[in-house]
């Protein structure tokens, strides 16, 4: 397979064909989560998808270095001691609110929910507030460079200067600057302080109540939230990097404002190539708790929501959303996923009967051994088309019923070669737990000790013996306790096999 | 009960009764890993027992904020591009070794790791590298306190000059000052920097090919390794605060140098009780990789060591670690494991036997009422005596001879109230899940869905009907494939019960 790699650069808009900067090695970086509460739905589909993606290119034979953020600069309040000489507040530090325990327990719990998902931890993983001297070095940088003004005590990017200096602001998002300057806002205080509504604040200067705070040249206070990526990104990949990736939704104005970071502190651009992740709806319409149409990872898992019928695996909702486009929206719905498991369930058997297969012809390749070869073929071009998760998969579906008809006998081993079985099996198992990143969750609940299949296969040896025998009793009680444990049976010619909800 | 917890300060070197600054609040930081390789047994025998520690103390009622730090501060070296002009060395910086990486990849082991022996992650888990403003601006108090100097760039804490004004110093780590003198050495390259041996580091310009570095107002360079700990005990927990804890080999020179570095810096000391956890060894001796005398927790978990006869589960494990004293040193050898392997399945056996007693008496309360009782009061009175998990898993033992009477029917449930069996059994919970932090294994291999259970109680039905039917083919199978998965049945008068090696 001579196939190339394209990607969809968002900075293009067009697919272009990936070339890394340094031959065999991609760097990539990746807008991590907010730690300040519990990591939502949408956010795991992109990590989902940056996870699948690093996956595939690692198995393309490419080294990556993965650097995926934690945001971790806050904007809680609560009574700071401003002069270190306040006793009392001094004694009573362990009563007041510390940002950065509310920051480990959210933290903690997006790791947790990642491990959950199956996703491969990144390379590194840096945090906002542990790069505070790179993000003043680079604050400076941009002043250093006529691109950044100080007023009482914060810093803002002067926008309108770097666009009429560099042909860049805009280019990522598709904004025009004149639209910019007339649309933008600013969620911080201190908006009056900005020479231009397009402006944006790199440090801002802390007000007394504000708990998170740092030294700096210009004032005590934090930086401001688009140019943790810039300092960390420039740190850990370089000046200018391969891939950089993170949710459509941080297009504008976040990543337009990192190139502009970058561009006024370097001189240059940070990634090559843009990739964007589209959102995740339920119900047809954005996910929205005030409007009452929203679902978390738990309530997926334990079913309890009002808009789904029962609980669903986590594999199976990472199944799911591999069944949509990374840069497609990807609709939630109790429907959808009530097929989308039954595809899984599917996907899985039938790696399950390919496993199992014994190549038993006579080595001779006919069309089947074509067709079966081209099959594979698509897969890979699926992948390297931008990451086609969705038809890659309706590729291996494909070869499913040709995995079932070898096993029952209405296709013939004689039609293919015993490395095509061989390639047809390494596909389905590369793919779906190396690529795809989906385990078996039957094994998994064994503990990975295979027990629950050897006890499994006992008691369906005990079922088998006890109805050739009529032992109804006993048969019984099999089918009972079974049903009882969610443990479904499944009698085929090969034997029976079992499944668990 | 009214006893009150004693802890033994390494400070005073007596127990005292322990007293928190705040009331019902406590302020703990606890020396965590080097993340630079993988986390050595020693290593998790201290963390596992400032686990127990943080449980107890919340079950005791305090509001625990529980600080336990990385230290990711390495010293690895490599090329550096110095200028940032050096395009190629831009270029390749892929190319080049990451410390980050190495680190995130060790810490990611050290919390999987922390997570098999179950210890509850920290309130926060502060990192050195994330912490260089507050070490830098510690440095500059230190400085300003007139108890540092600079040299070509690197600054030393005055030892001598501190020792002089402070009845502080040596006081930890029961150092006389001027054998200090005699004896300190450094590891670091500039000792011949320093006005005296005893003076140490603080922070340390990086040669060129250092690869962790950072601006400060000395220099391009890093800090001290005793610094990270005063700066971030203080930023979390403020300048004095209640425990301190770490292993043995810590107290000096690290301890006594915080100590130091926090009189220096804030005219206080850093905490009030200081807990130091004593050292693991291996028959007899000082674990050593290169006397052959060292074993890793996965060649624990999965028995590849000579100096074991099988494998150890990490539960076991974290038993066998409890029941030893955490000031006493631990001996590890293959007869202490396969008596504390016995000791742990007699303890869950108990327990499980005891849970499952109904209570069929009259409610009065007789001698064996007492002597329940006492033996409950006795196992917080252990615990409230400096920890002594030994000595409280022996009050529990001693119960459970009454348990397994009260089932046999040895012991009579007239002479004990139905408060009595009450308070056994949530003792017994409270102890051995809540406190010692131990968790079922057989039930964790089920996914923790019961499943096995589930399974286990049909197999054994099965079995039982088989012989009593003399229907031996089914009864030697059952047999055959238990035995193959390492599950054996115990026949008791109560039933069947089974466990899994």
């Given amino acids: 397979m001579d196939q190339k790699l394209q990607v969809y650069n968002s900075l293009s808009r067009k697919k272009e064909v990936f070339k890394p900067i340094n031959e065999g090695q991609i760097g990539m970086y990746v807008c991590g989560p907010t730690v300040y509460s519990d990591v939502h739905l949408g956010n795991c589909r992109t990590f989902v998808s940056f996870d699948v993606i690093y996956r595939y290119l690692m198995y393309l034979g490419y080294r990556v270095r993965y650097v995926r953020n934690i945001t971790d600069v806050g904007h809680l309040v609560g009574d700071v ?10 004694k009573a530090r362990l009563e007041r609110l510390e940002p950065m325990e509310v920051v480990q327990k959210y933290m903690n719990g997006f790791h947790e ?18 790069h505070i001297i790179e993000q003043i070095e680079m604050v400076q940088a941009i002043i250093d460079n006529g691109y950044a003004y100080v007023k009482n005590g914060s810093v803002y990017f002067d926008t309108i200067k770097f666009a009429k200096n560099n042909d860049v602001y805009g280019k990522l998002s598709g904004r025009v600057i004149d639209e910019l300057i007339a649309e933008s806002r ?22 007394p109540s504000h708990l998170m705070r740092w030294n700096s040249p210009w004032s005590v206070g934090f930086p401001g939230w688009h ?4 300092a960390m990104s420039t740190k850990y990949l370089g000046k200018t990097f391969d891939i950089h990736g993170g949710g459509n939704d941080l297009k504008f104005p976040h990543h337009e404002n990192e190139v502009a970071q970058n561009h006024g502190a370097c001189g240059c651009a940070p990634a090559n190539y843009w990739l964007h992740t589209n959102m995740l709806l339920m119900n047809g319409k954005k996910m929205s708790k005030s409007e009452d149409n929203s679902i978390t990872p738990p309530q997926l898992f334990n079913g309890e929501s009002k808009h789904i019928s029962k609980s669903y695996s986590p594999m199976m909702i990472r199944f799911f959303m591999l069944q949509s486009h990374y840069r497609s929206t ?9 097929a989308a498991e039954k595809g899984y369930k599917r996907l899985m058997e039938g790696n399950k009967t390919l496993q199992a297969l014994n ?12 067709e079966i070869n081209d099959l594979i073929d698509h897969i890979f071009e699926e992948m390297n088309d931008d990451f086609n998760t969705p038809k890659a998969l309706a ?23 015993a490395y095509t079985l061989d390639r047809m099996k390494s596909t389905f198992q590369v793919f779906i737990f190396d690529i795809f990143g989906l385990k078996n969750e039957e094994l998994a609940t064994g503990g990975g000790n295979g027990a629950m299949d050897g006890l ?12 050739a025998n009529k032992d109804w009793d006993t048969s019984d009680k099999i089918r009972d306790t079974l049903g009882a444990l969610k443990i479904q049976l499944k009698d085929g010619k090969e034997g029976t096999t079992w499944t668990k909800d």
């Fill in 81 to 90: 001691d401003t002069g270190g000489e306040d006793k009392i507040a001094e």
């Fill in 113 to 130: 929910m990642m491990k959950i998902f199956n996703t491969l931890p990144p390379s590194i993983e840096p945090r906002a507030t542990g």
């Fill in 186 to 207: 600013d969620d911080l205080k201190n908006q009056d302080e900005k020479n231009h509504p397009a402006d944006f604040a790199i440090w801002i200067k802390a007000a």
């Fill in 227 to 230: 140019l943790e990526c810039s």
């Fill in 330 to 338: 990807l609709d939630l719905t109790d429907e959808a996923l009530l």
């Fill in 359 to 370: 190549y038993a012809g006579k080595n001779a390749a006919g069309n089947l051994d074509k």
């Fill in 395 to 417: 590729r291996l579906f494909e070869l499913v019923p040709k995995v079932n008809g070898l096993k029952a006998g209405h296709l013939s081993f004689d039609d293919i070669t």
């Fill in 456 to 467: 499994m296969q006992l008691i369906i040896d005990i079922r088998q013996n006890a109805r």
